[in-house]
């Protein structure tokens, strides 16, 4: 672990001066600031900083810059791309402590909130408001985080990622400027779209210190409902024809037999052990059973068996709970093993195909690999399990996903749905992309010319 | 009207050795492409071309770089701020010989087509696939206009805007290279967000020559309604308590009196002459009679009277036609007048508040002022008749749309909800977004250096 070598005495005196105790260069949280779930190396800033307003991040960026120093956002840590990790040292930006949801506009259907709150916070202050921010990536992770990521997860078949539910977004820009990207009505055509600019951006064009997301009316009804399938084929063609038929379903997820091996195990649940769907609806009392009986049909079609239904609240959320710890149930799999997560995504006419091949890839590897994810997006996990002692597992897990992106980009896919680029993928962004990566080099050039922002993630500057 | 004065001989003869007689400095040619559907004077190019390809496209961007002359994309000229005005004079570049689809993906529910494509074009080739194309600004623009503006529309209340409906662009930089934006697939977090930055770019990015849009399947039923109420506020009411309680509506258009009164003089129609909500609803055959009941009780209970059904698709289209024969019916209340149109857009909370006061204000107006717009969505415009002669009527009309710019500023909302920036609200731009617009500028003097692409639209550079 590298020590705090960079900082030296005057940027730690200014930031003290600036934050007082919520400065720190502690080993311990130096460490847990170092890595994110993913399963790379160590890499710990030299210092953490816990700013609670955007002028407390403004001050920050405006020090750290005349120091020539890294700065890392940081929300809670779920990124999986290695986003957080401080490559070249530096003063991680812990946005954890900035909290506070700032405006609830209900009859707007928006809200604003401070970069630290969590997807979990903002749909409990939202509530009783009869109001939901759908954006489910699983892991509570913070909307700054989300929005840095642009994150989606379960619910963006039906609602959207990130790109399409963050309104206007509060950076601080390399050059220590607070700029609002965009006001509040529902859309615009005023100048260029600095706010799909920054999203996704993953802390390398600025720091996001607020948020204002769209928010959506909690159904008057939701029901969930599992299926089984003979091949994982059925499941996914089930979801390509509800989506053909126009059927607004809000969240369609595919798990392979081997993760519902692990969930029953994990959860002492006693799902059949084959390919299998999670469904949900969200609608009107009649408009969801239309919609439930339209899919159970067409999932007949395609060999699903055993449709169950899950209509009260509670079942609902031991059905998701259940599919949300997919990750930590898969862990189970291979005690002490951490997980390299895949993250391809292709059009849906070509995600049965892009599944089989991969399923036969599976079958060929020397560790288990449960495989699952949002097929109504076209975008599936594996969750590759490595033994983190044994290089080997490492080198065969990169080989395999490698081969898995290049597969998705020969069915015109991207290598990444959701989980971003980070320190990963960089590579494989190249591959994707091409000359178009040539002006996101160009952009960062210009929106962080001396390489501070959160550098070494997205494109390399010296390519 | 200047001449073809920049154009040096060898500039034209590089391209005609490109394009032949698809180059031209006739006078007639030059003046059709020297004006939009906005009250902005007369600004020829010095030559126009109508290039096949994206190749071509690009040799000619590399001439004109050559020659340091100014490059202004074209489509079917219906934008409403100035977009195609050739301020600095340059060679147009047509885009409308590019109308290709070049393949749909009916399984992925998308398409690419070439940007002289118009939706109505590609609604045509689209329908026998069960597929609609939904945006839809009014006029029958083309698809690559459409993405350069940001365009929507009256459909966006559901289906979203460009922004959300494009998934990829190919693009001629001004450097005459060919970027494709994004892969196919639904959703991405590769890199920096290029489609967006492009999308509403207005051609001074970039000149967009291939888009890659999301289709949706035909809903099996869809059905409009026209109802009238005592005054405005009633309407609006409507349709935002419509939104609250997360009803689905597929589109809701407000109309002023005077609106309807010129749509019955021009149409020969009998509607009421009073506030008016043009609804429509899609899904299935039980979902849309649900929610056009529970919509007409909410009508009902904000004083909406005579709730008229069109659920033959004939009834439909002629009510559809009316709405978008506003603007030429509009243009009947005062013959020989020219529309000054306006386009703020505010959260939905404030759009009451902000249309009684400019209706308050169109009391006052010496000319006749129709109001409509697509109150879903927060966007409504006003059309300012104006005399094209008279210069004191255009001095009015100004002074009316800055009072209404920063009416809907103060209410946070947008100086442009669709029609973009162009050439006249560079300054309600700069209002609207203080220090954003710096990092605008930094974008255009990144992609262009040289300020060849469309000078003089969205951003001044000498600020």
Same mark, same amino acid.
């Given at each position: 672990m590298n020590k705090p070598r960079e900082l030296d005495a005057t940027l730690l005196e200014e930031l003290t001066a600036l934050l007082g105790s919520r400065v720190t260069t502690s080993r311990g949280v130096r460490e847990h600031h170092g890595k994110d779930e993913s399963y790379y190396p160590y890499a710990p800033p030299d210092a953490v900083v816990f700013p609670h307003s955007t002028e407390e991040v403004r001050d920050v960026v405006e020090i750290c810059r005349r120091h020539r120093t890294p700065m890392i956002p940081y929300g809670v840590g779920t990124s999986l791309e290695g986003h957080v990790l401080a490559a070249n040292g530096g003063v991680c930006i812990d946005l954890s402590q900035m909290n506070r949801v700032l405006a609830v506009h209900a009859d707007d259907l928006d809200a604003t909130v401070q970069a630290g709150v969590t997807r979990k916070q903002l749909n409990e202050e939202i509530r009783h408001a009869g109001l939901m921010f759908p954006v489910d990536p699983g892991a509570d992770a913070t909307v700054g985080g989300m929005a840095a990521t642009r994150a989606s997860g379960t619910n963006a078949v039906r609602y959207g990622t990130m790109r399409e539910n963050v309104l206007a977004l509060t950076v601080v820009t390399a050059d220590a400027r607070v700029v609002r990207t965009a006001r509040r009505p529902r859309k615009s055509a005023a100048g260029y779209d600095l706010t799909r600019l920054f999203v996704g951006s993953e802390g390398t064009l600025g720091i996001i210190t607020e948020v204002t997301v769209r928010l959506y009316a909690i159904p008057e009804a939701m029901s969930a409902a599992v299926c089984s399938f003979r091949d994982m084929k059925g499941a996914v063609d089930t979801v390509i024809r509800t989506l053909q038929h126009g059927i607004p379903i809000a969240r369609s997820e595919a798990l392979c037999g081997l993760t519902m091996k692990a969930i029953n195990a994990y959860n002492k649940t006693a799902y059949k052990e084959q390919p299998t769907l999670f469904l949900e609806f969200h609608g009107t009392e009649a408009g969801v059973r239309e919609q439930a009986e339209l899919v159970q049909e067409i999932a007949r079609e395609h060999g !699903?068996? !055993?449709?169950e239904w899950a209509t009260r609240p509670e079942d609902r959320t031991r059905l998701w709970s259940a599919r949300h710890q997919a990750y930590f149930a898969g862990l189970q799999l291979r005690p002490g093993a951490r997980a390299v997560s895949t993250d391809v995504c292709v059009p849906i006419s070509r995600l049965t195909e892009c599944i089989v091949e991969t399923s036969a890839d599976i079958a060929r590897a020397s560790m288990p690999i449960p495989l699952f994810g949002h097929v109504g997006d076209g975008n599936f996990h594996c969750m590759i399990l490595v033994r983190p002692d044994e290089p080997a597992d490492l080198e065969e897990a990169k080989a395999f996903n490698e081969r898995l992106v290049n597969r998705a980009l020969a069915m015109e896919g991207t290598c990444t749905g959701e989980h971003g680029i980070g320190s990963g993928k960089i590579g494989s962004l190249e591959k994707e992309l091409g000359d178009a990566v040539d002006l996101m080099r160009a952009l960062k050039r210009t929106f962080d010319p001396l390489n501070l922002m959160n550098p070494g993630k997205v494109v390399r500057l010296d390519a």
């Amino acid at each position: 672990m590298n020590k705090p070598r960079e900082l030296d005495a005057t940027l730690l005196e200014e930031l003290t001066a600036l934050l007082g105790s919520r400065v720190t260069t502690s080993r311990g949280v130096r460490e847990h600031h170092g890595k994110d779930e993913s399963y790379y190396p160590y890499a710990p800033p030299d210092a953490v900083v816990f700013p609670h307003s955007t002028e407390e991040v403004r001050d920050v960026v405006e020090i750290c810059r005349r120091h020539r120093t890294p700065m890392i956002p940081y929300g809670v840590g779920t990124s999986l791309e290695g986003h957080v990790l401080a490559a070249n040292g530096g003063v991680c930006i812990d946005l954890s402590q900035m909290n506070r949801v700032l405006a609830v506009h209900a009859d707007d259907l928006d809200a604003t909130v401070q970069a630290g709150v969590t997807r979990k916070q903002l749909n409990e202050e939202i509530r009783h408001a009869g109001l939901m921010f759908p954006v489910d990536p699983g892991a509570d992770a913070t909307v700054g985080g989300m929005a840095a990521t642009r994150a989606s997860g379960t619910n963006a078949v039906r609602y959207g990622t990130m790109r399409e539910n963050v309104l206007a977004l509060t950076v601080v820009t390399a050059d220590a400027r607070v700029v609002r990207t965009a006001r509040r009505p529902r859309k615009s055509a005023a100048g260029y779209d600095l706010t799909r600019l920054f999203v996704g951006s993953e802390g390398t064009l600025g720091i996001i210190t607020e948020v204002t997301v769209r928010l959506y009316a909690i159904p008057e009804a939701m029901s969930a409902a599992v299926c089984s399938f003979r091949d994982m084929k059925g499941a996914v063609d089930t979801v390509i024809r509800t989506l053909q038929h126009g059927i607004p379903i809000a969240r369609s997820e595919a798990l392979c037999g081997l993760t519902m091996k692990a969930i029953n195990a994990y959860n002492k649940t006693a799902y059949k052990e084959q390919p299998t769907l999670f469904l949900e609806f969200h609608g009107t009392e009649a408009g969801v059973r239309e919609q439930a009986e339209l899919v159970q049909e067409i999932a007949r079609e395609h060999g !699903g068996e !055993g449709f169950e239904w899950a209509t009260r609240p509670e079942d609902r959320t031991r059905l998701w709970s259940a599919r949300h710890q997919a990750y930590f149930a898969g862990l189970q799999l291979r005690p002490g093993a951490r997980a390299v997560s895949t993250d391809v995504c292709v059009p849906i006419s070509r995600l049965t195909e892009c599944i089989v091949e991969t399923s036969a890839d599976i079958a060929r590897a020397s560790m288990p690999i449960p495989l699952f994810g949002h097929v109504g997006d076209g975008n599936f996990h594996c969750m590759i399990l490595v033994r983190p002692d044994e290089p080997a597992d490492l080198e065969e897990a990169k080989a395999f996903n490698e081969r898995l992106v290049n597969r998705a980009l020969a069915m015109e896919g991207t290598c990444t749905g959701e989980h971003g680029i980070g320190s990963g993928k960089i590579g494989s962004l190249e591959k994707e992309l091409g000359d178009a990566v040539d002006l996101m080099r160009a952009l960062k050039r210009t929106f962080d010319p001396l390489n501070l922002m959160n550098p070494g993630k997205v494109v390399r500057l010296d390519a």
